[in-house]
């Protein structure tokens, strides 16, 4: 089954530029998704990429997808306190929709 | 105010009780999906459900229980039979309507076992 990959914690200081990654094993996702986990909360779509995209850019965030590699990245611009946050990447697509989501990576941003 | 509610936030229960967490969307969704999280793991599929009255065992479907007999409901039960209860459940739901897929996910079910 897919496997999805991510480094565990990142710490930035604010107002620096934050770079998630994440690595894939199935290249059949139709879609990869980026969810931001606050504390004790639900998840929260930021931003996809279709996958035959190469990069999608929304307001700070920017998401480049190398499909040779298998590698998915979440760039933050102008990383901000209110950031900090568990980042999530997940693959999938198909009918039944069954995303695999990654381990996420803890970004910690300090003042 | 659209979105999905799960009820209560947090929930304690006593080993050997089976224990049920509330999952409603008033999105119009059809299709819908339970959650576990265990610290440093990823979001590990329990259940879902693609429609009304159908629902499909996710990877660790063991000790869970759950119905789908309307669109705007999808209950987890967590039995006696599950052996690591204590955990984080989300519950989520995704829309009939475009292709891209993306789940919409409720604030979240802390459930404590003892």
């Known amino acids: 089954g897919e496997d999805v990959e991510q480094s565990l914690f990142l710490s930035v200081r604010e107002g620096d530029s934050s770079v998630i990654n994440c690595t894939y094993t199935?290249?059949?996702?139709?879609?990869l998704y980026w969810y931001k986990q606050e504390p004790g909360a639900g998840l929260q779509l930021l931003t996809y990429?279709?996958?035959?995209?190469d990069m999608k850019q929304d307001q700070r965030l920017t998401v480049l997808l190398n499909k040779k590699d298998k590698h998915l990245s979440l760039r933050i611009a102008d990383t901000q306190t209110g950031d900090s946050a568990i980042y999530f990447c997940?693959?999938?697509?198909?009918?039944?929709?069954?995303?695999?989501f990654g381990t996420g990576t803890l970004l910690a941003v300090q003042p | 105010d659209g979105g999905i509610t799960q009820s209560p936030k947090y929930l304690f229960r006593k080993e050997g009780q089976n224990v049920t967490l509330s999952c409603e969307q008033n999105?119009?969704?059809?299709?819908m999906y339970w959650y576990r999280q265990d610290p440093g793991q990823g979001l590990r599929l329990i259940y879902y459900?693609?429609?009304?009255?159908?629902?499909q065992k996710g990877d660790i479907a063991e000790g869970y229980s759950v119905s789908r007999e309307k669109k705007e409901s999808f209950p987890l039960t967590v039995t006696s039979a599950q052996k690591n209860p204590t955990a984080f459940y989300l519950c989520?739901?995704?829309?009939?309507?475009?292709?891209?897929?993306?789940?919409?996910f409720g604030p979240g079910t802390r459930l404590t076992v003892t």
């Open positions: 459900s693609q429609i009304v009255n159908d629902f």
């Open positions: 199935d290249s059949s996702s139709t879609y």
């Open positions: 989520a739901s995704r829309g009939g309507t475009g292709d891209t897929y993306e789940q919409y």
């Open positions: 990429i279709f996958s035959n995209m």
């Open positions: 997940a693959g999938g697509g198909g009918a039944t929709n069954k995303l695999i």
């Open positions: 999105l119009n969704h059809d299709a």
